[in-house]
T-cell receptor, first 116, second 113 residues
Framework: EPEVTQTPSHQVTQMGQEVILRCVPI?????FYWYRQILGQKVEFLVS????????KSEIFDDQFSVERPDGSNFTLKIRSTKLEDSAMYFC??????????????FGPGTRLTVL | DQQVKQNSPSLSVQEGRISILNCDYT??????FLWYKKYPAEGPTFLIS?????DKNEDGRFTVFLNKSAKHLSLHIVPSQPGDSAVYFC????????????FGKGTHLIIQP
């Protein structure tokens, strides 16, 4: 069964450094998402992406964040200058988006980001 | 502002019995609801969903009920099995387009032998 994959599984970085988290959504899905979960808190929506542009973003998704679909398969989340409070699990998700298809979003296994 | 609320942080149920997980929402624009199961250090795994045009959806041991007037949904698992022990998240979206999901805080379900 197709699934969303994410790399790396764990990323450790120093405060102020840039990180890029990578995701390969399910092929033929049209909508892509990033979420995060700070330890002990709920999963929070960051951004959605469709047709090569951001469709919706939350208050969390400020100028430090950016997303890109550099090729036909990868979907990336970049944090330009990491802060301690960016430490969290980051989940990528994708959704078919075709007429008659489910609205269900399918999640990847996550990348644990630790900012020191 | 908790638009999706799961008021029970944990729930303990005996194996073989019915597990009932509850979720309330406040945003009347939500029209698509999902339940996800999550193990530690893994991503949420989709379980079952329901559109606001329905009041019940069933898939094997899992049934979701939606009461729109009360803005309440519940997930029933019957019979409960040890492998069902996990954190269960209720999520909602305004549907269509690329709306992000709004999650509840989760309920930790523990199935006791």
């Amino acid at each position: 069964e197709p699934e969303v994959t994410q790399t790396p599984s764990h990323q450790v970085t120093q405060m102020g450094q840039e990180v890029i988290l990578r995701c390969v959504p399910i092929s033929n899905h049209l909508y892509f998402y990033w979420y995060r979960q700070i330890l002990g808190q709920k999963v929070e929506f960051l951004v959605s992406f469709y047709n090569n542009e951001i469709s919706e973003k939350s208050e969390i998704f400020d100028d430090q964040f950016s997303v890109e679909r550099p090729d036909g398969s990868n979907f990336t989340l970049k944090i330009r200058s990491t802060k301690l409070e960016d430490s969290a699990m980051y989940f990528c998700a994708s959704r078919p988006g075709l007429a008659g298809e489910t609205d269900t979003q399918y999640f990847g296994p996550g990348t644990r980001l630790t900012v020191l | 502002d908790q638009q999706v609320k799961q008021n029970s942080p944990s729930l303990s149920v005996q194996e073989g019995r019915i597990s009932i997980l509850n979720c309330d929402y406040t945003n009347s624009m939500f029209d698509y609801f999902l339940w996800y199961k999550k193990y530690p250090a893994e991503g949420p795994t989709f379980l079952i969903s329901i559109s606001s045009i329905k009041d019940k959806n069933e898939d094997g041991r899992f049934t979701v009920f939606l009461n729109k007037s009360a803005k309440h949904l519940s997930l029933h698992i019957v019979p409960s099995q040890p492998g069902d022990s996990a954190v269960y998240f209720c999520a909602a979206s305004a549907g269509g387009g690329a709306d992000g999901l709004t999650f509840g805080k989760g309920t930790h379900l523990i199935i006791q032998p």
